[in-house]
């Protein structure tokens, strides 16, 4: 069974620009979450999609948006970067049939550095 | 709102030392509680969880009890091993919308020989 993958694996852009970053999520699972995780912190929940619809979100502004693919993978895109996006982002996914039962399970994140 | 309040790190310990790191959560509802692992240069991975007051999850020599009179999911384990260093993020989640997870800000635990 393929784990939740996530490309690319580091990324360095400058202020003002956009990224996109991707996920693959886990054989099986349908519901995708966003996760940012700055330095020395906890992650902070993004967005979740869920059968290709937002399904929550978090405390991120507009410029932070996704897609959820028939295929259930992801992208996350980011626009006019700023310096404070610096961070890890990881991906999660859940199971069909499980949303209610909350595991996610995650990649191993993309590292993005925002100069 | 939700939150996850986690014992701050970091934490040394010698091997075969007794671990406890402690978690406290306020939240609305019923939530569902977690502890993550995050080795060097890796994701998270999950440990264990708990859904509902009483039950106790266990992994890997680790347990947690979920305690609803007291908020509170302490990690323990018995005796730690040089592999166990790594920083760990305990959460809650509750079963509404998008049953997101809320992360405490994690306590880096050091093994040494």
């Known amino acids: 069974e393929t784990g939740v993958t996530q490309s690319p694996t580091h990324l360095i852009k400058t202020r003002g620009q956009q990224v996109t970053l991707r996920c693959s999520s886990q054989s099986g699972h349908n519901t995708v979450s966003w996760y940012q995780q700055a330095l020395g912190q906890g992650p902070q929940f993004i967005f979740q999609?869920?059968?290709?619809?937002?399904?929550g979100r978090g405390n991120f502004p507009p410029r932070f948006s996704g897609l959820q693919f028939p295929n259930y993978s992801s992208e996350l895109n980011v626009n006019a970067l700023e310096l404070d996006d610096s961070a890890l982002y990881l991906c999660?996914?859940?199971?069909?049939?499980?949303?209610?039962?909350?595991?996610?399970?995650f990649g191993p994140g993309t590292r993005l550095t925002v100069l | 709102g939700d939150s996850v309040t986690q014992m701050e790190g970091p934490v040394t310990l010698s091997e075969e030392a007794f671990l406890t790191i402690n978690c406290t959560y306020t939240?609305?509802?019923?939530?569902?509680l977690f502890w993550y692992v995050q080795y060097p240069g890796e994701g998270l991975q999950l440990l264990l969880k708990?859904?509902?007051?009483?039950d106790k999850g266990s992994n890997k020599g680790f347990e947690a009890t979920y305690r609803k009179e007291t908020t509170s999911f302490h990690l323990e384990k018995g005796s730690v091993q040089v592999s166990d260093s790594a920083v760990y993020f305990c959460?809650?989640?509750?079963?509404?919308?998008?049953?997101?997870?809320?992360f405490g800000t994690g306590t880096r635990l050091t093994v040494i020989p």
């Open positions: 939240a609305t509802g019923y939530p569902s």
């Open positions: 999609y869920y059968r290709e619809e937002e399904n």
């Open positions: 708990a859904t509902k007051a009483d």
């Open positions: 959460a809650l989640s509750v079963q509404t919308g998008a049953n997101n997870l809320f």
């Open positions: 999660a996914s859940s199971p069909i049939g499980d949303r209610s039962t909350d595991t996610q399970y």
